[in-house]
């Protein structure tokens, strides 16, 4: 079974400018996290999607978004970029059902390093 | 709010030798689960073991094995005869009702051959 993927994986953007960073969970997930990681706050929650809705979000500015398609696959969008917005973006993916703790876990991909000039 | 404490930075651990990862965390809700995370310097981030809160014989996967003690809150990691492919970041992490993962800073394993 294929893994999480993410593309692009490395971005370079200005200040200013917006960026969209799209990722394709495991066959069958239906629930899409992303996290962001930098080396001065670590890994943060950033917001997660279920069956095309947003059912938690984490405490980032507005200028954060996401979605996801009814194929499970997820978009992040960010706009007016800032230098700080310089990180490592994770997705994760899981089946995101209660009946025990492996159907809990979350997968993740190799993320995509973006980089703001 | 949730949040997940590792108080060790860095760790070193001589190739075959054994080394303990500590984590605590801090929780008032009763049924969660708790995760160790290896990130080798690649990036991709990949479980190393779990364990559900109610259950209260300590997980084991092959060389990893947890010591989870939930009046305390704490969920250390034990990495028994370590190799140099072990030498990753590691991550604590909660999972409480929601999807949403509460990772601690992080501890940055070296293993010495």
């Known amino acids: 079974k294929a893994g999480v993927t993410q593309t692009p994986r490395y971005l370079i953007k200005t200040r200013g400018q917006q960026v969209t960073l799209s990722c394709s969970p495991i066959?069958?997930?239906?629930?899409v996290s992303w996290y962001q990681q930098t080396p001065g706050q670590g890994l943060q929650f950033l917001f997660e999607?279920?069956?095309?809705?947003?059912?938690n979000k984490g405490n980032f500015p507005g200028r954060f978004s996401g979605r996801q398609f009814s194929n499970s696959r997820s978009e992040m969008n960010v706009s007016t970029l800032e230098l700080g917005d310089s990180a490592l973006y994770l997705c994760?993916?899981?089946?995101?059902?209660?009946?025990?703790?492996?159907?809990?876990?979350?997968?993740f991909g190799p993320g995509t390093r973006l980089t703001v000039l | 709010a949730q949040t997940v404490t590792q108080s060790q930075p860095e760790m070193s651990v001589q190739e075959a030798e054994t080394v303990t990862l500590s984590c605590t965390y801090d929780?008032?809700?009763?049924?969660?689960?708790l995760f160790w995370y290896k990130q080798p310097p690649s990036r991709q981030m990949i479980l190393v073991i779990r364990q559900e809160a109610y259950k209260q014989q300590n997980a084991t996967e092959n060389r990893f094995s947890v010591n989870f003690q939930k009046a305390a809150k704490s969920f250390s990691l034990k990495i028994s005869d370590s190799q140099l492919g072990d030498a990753a970041m590691y991550f604590c992490a909660y999972k409480g009702g929601s999807e949403k993962l509460v990772f601690g800073k992080g501890t940055k394993l070296t293993v010495n051959p």
């Open positions: 066959s069958g997930h239906r629930s």
């Open positions: 929780t008032s809700e009763s049924d969660y689960y």
């Open positions: 999607y279920f069956s095309e809705t947003q059912r």
């Open positions: 994760a993916s899981s089946l995101a059902h209660r009946s025990g703790v492996y159907y809990n876990e979350q997968f």
